[in-house]
């Protein structure tokens, strides 16, 4: 039976978040929306047991419980990042600090279930200095190494290459990162639902791409 939940994406405004909240609202789960500015909210507002609020990855730990213990949240989903057109300083202050940030609030706040949205070889040291985004895979890296260290019950969903294709419902979770994978970023906020209700993938590390297997039975 699926137990209602308070669940907060931080990063709905993202191309894999905004696809999250809707398919979250679907499920029965409350959600919010955390996104930069209120003049994302109008976004959401045909969207199923959706809520917009304002969650700031440059506010201060206390700013962000806040928002937690005044929406009641007990599950948080991190899907942001601070986009391919800025530069290291700030993927360094969105995709780390601003994650690590939201995980020390989240204790803080006794809040105990944390989903990373990283990225497939994000543990894999030997292609990102060719990557073209070396900055990024640094930050994921850490980001995921403190949520593993940080005690709280997490899940890290690592995909390989996101593209705009439609969903297929199936995936591969897969050993070894190869050059050529891709996943439609529906697929990964199918992924994330999936895991979001199901306790046996806490303290657990899925690297995914497309693939033929349905994703219930991956888990």
């Known amino acids: ?33 955390g996104v930069r500015s209120d003049k994302q909210f109008a976004e959401y507002k045909d969207m199923e047991n959706v809520s917009p609020v304002i969650f700031d990855l440059n506010g201060t730990i206390e700013d962000m419980s806040k928002v937690y213990t005044d929406n009641s949240i007990d599950k ?9 057109a ?9 995709d780390l600090d601003g994650a690590v940030r939201s995980m020390l609030a989240a204790k803080q706040s006794g809040i105990i279930r944390y989903v990373m949205v990283s990225a497939m070889g994000a543990d894999d040291r030997s ?17 995921d190494v403190e949520l ?7 899940t890290i969903v690592r995909p390989s290459a ?7 419902g199936k995936v591969d979770v897969i050993e070894q990162r190869a050059s050529g994978m891709n996943i439609p970023r529906k697929d990964v906020a199918n992924f994330v639902v999936a895991v979001l209700h199901d306790d046996k993938t806490i303290n657990h590390i899925y690297e995914i791409t497309s693939g033929s297997s349905d994703i219930n039975d991956v888990l």
Do not use: C, P
Not at 76 to 84: K, N
Not at 86 to 94: A, E, V
Not at 129 to 134: K, Y
Not at 148 to 154: D, T
């Open 1 to 33: 039976m699926n137990i209602m939940s308070n669940v907060l994406v931080i990063g709905a405004h993202g191309h894999v978040g905004i696809h999250m909240v809707e398919k979250l609202g679907k499920t029965g789960d409350n959600v919010f929306a």
């Open 76 to 84: 948080i989903v991190f899907s942001a990042g601070s986009g391919g």
């Open 86 to 94: 800025t530069g290291d300083d700030q993927t360094l202050i969105i």
């Open 127 to 143: 292609f990102w200095a060719d990557s073209g985004l070396h900055g990024y895979y640094i930050a994921k890296h850490y980001a």
């Open 148 to 154: 593993r260290n940080s005690g709280l019950e997490y």
């Open 162 to 168: 996101l593209t705009n294709d439609e969903e297929t």
